[in-house]
C-alpha cells in the first residue's frame, strides 16, 4: 500500500525557517519516472504547486518561491524535505505532498499538515 | 511558466445535471493534464490523467477530453457526492500549476 505523511511544526514565527517532511512507504524513489512534489493551499484559496525532486535528483521549484525553496531526498528513509526561508503569514497554509507516477498526475496524496505563520 | 485558467469559478448545478468544467493553458501542455477534486478537509481526489483517461475507481459519470490547451470536465449526472472544488493541473514541460478552481455547488 503507498501512503505519504506529511510533518512539521504547526506554528512558525516570520522570517523562520519552515522544514516539512514528508515520509513516504510502498514505493522507491529511486525508480524511473517516480517524484513527488509538494503542493500548499492556504486557507479559502487555491492548489498552489511549489516543487518536486524525480528519481534522478531532478529538482524543480515553483518560479514565484524558488529562491526561498530547497527540497531534497533521502531515500533510505524514504523521505523527502522541504525547506522554505524567511515565511511571512501569507505562507500559512494546508501543506501536502503527493507521489507522481509514470503518466499519471499526483495519484497518491497525503493527507496534508497545517501551518500557521505569526507575526 | 505555464498559467492555467478555469471557467467558470463557481457553477450551482442541481443533482441529475450534466456539468461542464474548462481549463485552459497558456502554451500547449499536450495532453498532460490532470483533473482533481477537493472537498474540505480533505486531499485532493485524482479523477483524470492524461486529459481524458479515468483513474482507477472514479466512476464513469467523469469524463475528460481536450489537448494541447484546452480541455473539458464532464460531469454528466451530477450526484449529491460531486459538489465539490475541482482542478485541472498541467505536468507537462518542468514546471507544474493548478487552475484556480472551479466549486461546484447546489443550485
Known amino acids: 500500500q503507498v501512503t505519504l505523511r506529511e510533518s512539521g511544526p504547526a506554528l512558525v514565527k516570520a522570517t523562520q525557517t519552515l522544514t516539512l517532511t514528508c515520509t513516504f512507504s510502498?514505493?522507491?524513489?529511486?525508480?524511473?519516472?517516480?517524484?513527488v512534489s509538494w503542493i500548499r493551499q492556504p486557507p479559502g484559496k487555491a492548489l498552489e504547486w511549489l516543487a518536486r525532486?524525480?528519481?534522478?535528483?531532478?529538482?524543480f521549484y515553483t518560479t514565484s518561491l524558488k529562491t526561498r525553496l530547497s527540497i531534497s531526498k533521502d531515500t533510505s528513509k524514504h523521505q523527502v524535505v522541504l525547506k522554505m526561508t524567511n515565511v511571512d503569514p501569507a505562507d500559512t497554509a494546508t501543506y501536502f505532498c503527493?507521489?507522481?507516477?509514470?503518466?499519471?498526475?499526483?495519484?497518491?496524496w497525503g493527507q496534508g499538515t497545517m501551518v500557521a505563520v505569526s507575526s | 511558466d505555464i498559467q492555467m485558467t478555469q471557467s467558470p469559478s463557481i457553477l450551482s448545478a442541481s443533482v441529475g445535471d450534466r456539468v461542464t468544467i474548462t481549463c485552459r493553458a497558456s502554451q500547449s501542455i499536450g495532453d498532460w493534464l490532470a483533473w482533481y477534486q477537493k472537498k474540505p478537509g480533505q486531499a485532493p481526489k485524482p479523477l483524470i490523467y492524461?486529459?481524458?483517461s479515468l483513474e482507477s475507481g472514479v466512476p464513469s459519470r467523469f469524463s475528460g477530453s481536450g489537448s494541447e490547451t484546452e480541455f473539458t470536465l464532464t460531469i454528466t449526472s451530477l450526484q449529491p457526492d460531486d459538489f465539490a472544488t475541482y482542478y485541472c493541473q498541467n505536468y507537462n514541460h518542468y514546471f507544474w500549476a493548478f487552475g484556480q478552481g472551479t466549486r461546484v455547488e447546489i443550485k
Open positions: 503527493a507521489r507522481k507516477y509514470g503518466l499519471h498526475g499526483f495519484d497518491i
Open positions: 510502498g514505493f522507491s524513489l529511486s525508480s524511473s519516472a517516480m517524484s
Open positions: 492524461r486529459a481524458s
Open positions: 525532486i524525480d528519481w534522478d535528483d531532478d529538482k
